[in-house]
């Protein structure tokens, strides 16, 4: 009960924590150290990457590449299997770490620990599978499309991607922003913004075959609400195998409310166009969203 009193009494102070832990920090080469921990402790998001290995029967040995490898928060769970990895760590900060952990459970023999930009790094053997799970909310600040783009040309013929599709949904909404803020992720329930009309697909990310990293899309929503709307509340769901989903929690695409360019009013029924102008990988800051008046 006194840690709900707490959360209670941070309620407004908490509404940008989640936004500030995932924001890329280039000191630490990637995330606060923070993440870190909230990523290992969401038992969700991990537990949809443990199903989607066990799926692959573990990854039995087979040769793997996982991108952004962390604290090893989802490699320990599929090194033991497989009979070659070769794992990619951009942050320097973490090669101690990440090297101990290798050789306490003696698994030096078996992988290759490459420090370095997973946009750049050739891999000298096919692939059965690339696994990583850079991703932010629409793949908006995060490089998980530019780095499968490259990583997938090692794969082989039937190698397999971990995620391989990513559904973007959008809904109009109004929201009350702080000064200075264009998007936040949702932490607390009451942050949630006043839902006007329903959800509609935005676009696909198909992982196998996703070349373009500017999307341009037009998309019509009719308002089950009359009222004005300053922002749109998006949602990623993602495939990371067949049958094996993850939809969002708050420590990985969480349910974020982001500014439109524009306020409008809108009317119930009656139908309006939302345009979405962004690039994958940038700033979720710098993504156009709006609808003409």
């Not at 940008?16 to 993440?35: K, R, S």
């Not at 109009?172 to 006007?196: C, D, M, N, S, V």
């Not at 929503?221 to 769901?237: R, V």
Request: hydrophobic residues 40%; contains cysteine; aromatic residues 12%.
């Amino acid at each position: 009960m006194e840690l709900l009193y707490k959360v209670i009494d941070n309620f407004e102070n908490l509404k940008y924590a989640l936004l500030d832990a995932q924001t890329f920090n280039p000191d630490h080469y990637g995330f606060p150290e923070i993440y870190y921990k909230v990523m290992e402790t969401d038992k969700v998001r991990v537990g949809a990457y443990i199903k989607a290995f066990e799926k692959y029967n573990n990854l039995k040995d087979a040769v793997v590449c996982e991108a952004g490898v962390g604290t090893l928060a989802l490699t320990k769970h599929f090194l033991p299997h497989v009979k070659k990895a070769y794992l990619i760590e951009y942050n320097p900060n973490l090669t101690e770490f990440i090297k101990k952990e290798l050789s306490r459970n003696g698994w030096t023999h078996k992988t290759e620990f490459i420090v370095g930009d997973a946009m750049k790094i050739e891999i000298p053997e096919k692939l059965d599978y690339v696994i990583g799970e850079l991703m932010s909310i629409y793949c908006a600040n995060e490089y998980q499309v530019q780095i499968f783009k490259h990583l997938r040309q090692f794969l082989k013929p039937e190698g397999k991607l971990i995620p391989e599709k990513i559904i973007n949904l959008a809904q109009l909404t109004y929201a009350h922003f702080e000064k200075g803020h264009q998007h936040y992720p949702i932490l607390f329930t009451r942050h949630w913004p006043e839902l006007l009309t329903d959800q509609k697909l935005i676009n696909t990310t198909d992982l196998y075959h996703e070349d373009e990293l500017r999307i341009q899309k037009q998309t019509e929503f009719t308002p089950y609400l009359s009222g004005t709307a300053n922002s749109i509340l998006m949602h990623s769901l993602i495939q990371l195998a067949e049958g094996i989903n993850f939809t969002g929690t708050d420590s990985l695409m969480p349910p974020t409310v982001t500014k439109l360019q524009n306020d409008v009013n809108l009317k119930a029924v009656q139908p309006v166009v939302l345009h979405s102008d962004y690039h994958y990988g940038t700033n979720l800051d710098e993504a156009k969203f709006w609808v003409n008046p």
